[in-house]
Nanobody, 115 residues
Framework: QVQLVESGGGLVQPGGSLRLSCAAS????????MVWHRRAPAKERELVAT???????SYADSVKGRFTISRPNANYAVYLQMNSLKPEDTAIYYC?????????WGQGTHVTVSS
């Protein structure tokens, strides 16, 4: 059983920063990538950032230049460094782990950007 746990969410003022973490545990085979998604109130889920097993990254246009996805070495974990946060970044952020056999999701962590 693979489990993902996100942490690091909270309340931050506009212009501030947060770092989200996601750690996976369990039997993980044929790893492909880890992905951060978010769902803002009354909006569809949005793919925020992806990092492949080889370290290739990609970002939604809405977060390019402000967010950075990274993985610690030799661990099934992922960070999302979020800088210059805006009120429109308010959402529940979810971590996804993708393998060749399927994908796994965390429960999400809340991020609120407000003054």
């Amino acid at each position: 059983q693979v489990q993902l746990v996100e942490s690091g969410g909270g309340l931050v003022q506009p212009g501030g920063s947060l770092r989200l973490s996601c750690a996976a545990s369990g039997r993980i085979l044929n790893f492909v990538a880890m992905v951060w998604h978010r769902r803002a109130p009354a909006k569809e889920r949005e793919l925020v950032a992806t990092i492949s097993g080889g370290g290739i990254t990609s970002y939604a246009d809405s977060v390019k230049g402000r967010f950075t996805i990274s993985r610690p070495n030799a661990n099934y974990a992922v960070y999302l460094q979020m800088n210059s946060l805006k009120p429109e970044d308010t959402a529940i952020y979810y971590c996804q782990l993708i393998t060749k056999e399927g994908s796994y999701w965390g429960q999400g962590t809340h991020v609120t950007v407000s003054s």
